[in-house]
C-alpha cells in the first residue's frame, strides 16, 4: 500500500497529465463552429478528468471517479460501479449546463 506521500505524488502527477490532456483538448476542439458544443465538450472533459470518489465505502482515500468505475466493475462486479457514477453523472450534467451557459453570457455581453 502506498503511504501519504506516495498517494500525493500519485494525485499530483495525475493532475498534471490530466492538464496536459485538457490544454491539448481545449486546443483540439477550437476549430468547432457552434461554440455552445465546444464548451460543452470542455466541460465534459473536465468533468471526467477532475471528479474525485473514494475508493472504498469505508476508506478517506480517493481517486478519479473514472478509474473507480472501471476497477469497481472489474473486481468487484454488479452494481458497485453505481456508487461512483452517480457523482460522475451529476458532475457530467453540472459541466454541460455551465458550458451552455457560459456561452449564453459571453452572447449577450458582445
Known amino acids: 500500500m502506498l503511504n501519504i506521500y506516495g498517494y500525493l505524488t500519485a494525485w499530483a502527477i495525475y493532475l498534471s497529465a490530466g492538464t496536459l490532456c485538457y490544454i ?18 470542455r466541460g465534459i472533459m473536465i468533468a471526467l478528468i ?8 469505508d476508506e478517506d482515500l480517493m481517486a ?3 478509474i473507480v468505475i472501471l476497477l ?14 452517480v ?9 454541460i449546463v455551465v458550458g451552455l451557459f457560459w456561452n449564453l453570457i459571453r452572447r449577450k455581453r458582445n
Open 72 to 85: 469497481d466493475l472489474i473486481t468487484v462486479g454488479g452494481e458497485s460501479f453505481i456508487r461512483a457514477l
Open 64 to 66: 478519479p471517479a473514472v
Open 87 to 95: 457523482p460522475l453523472t451529476l458532475a457530467l450534467m453540472l459541466a
Open 24 to 41: 491539448l483538448f481545449y486546443k483540439a476542439t477550437g476549430f468547432i463552429r457552434p461554440k455552445a458544443l465546444a464548451n460543452a465538450l
Open 50 to 57: 477532475y471528479t474525485p470518489w473514494t475508493i472504498a465505502p
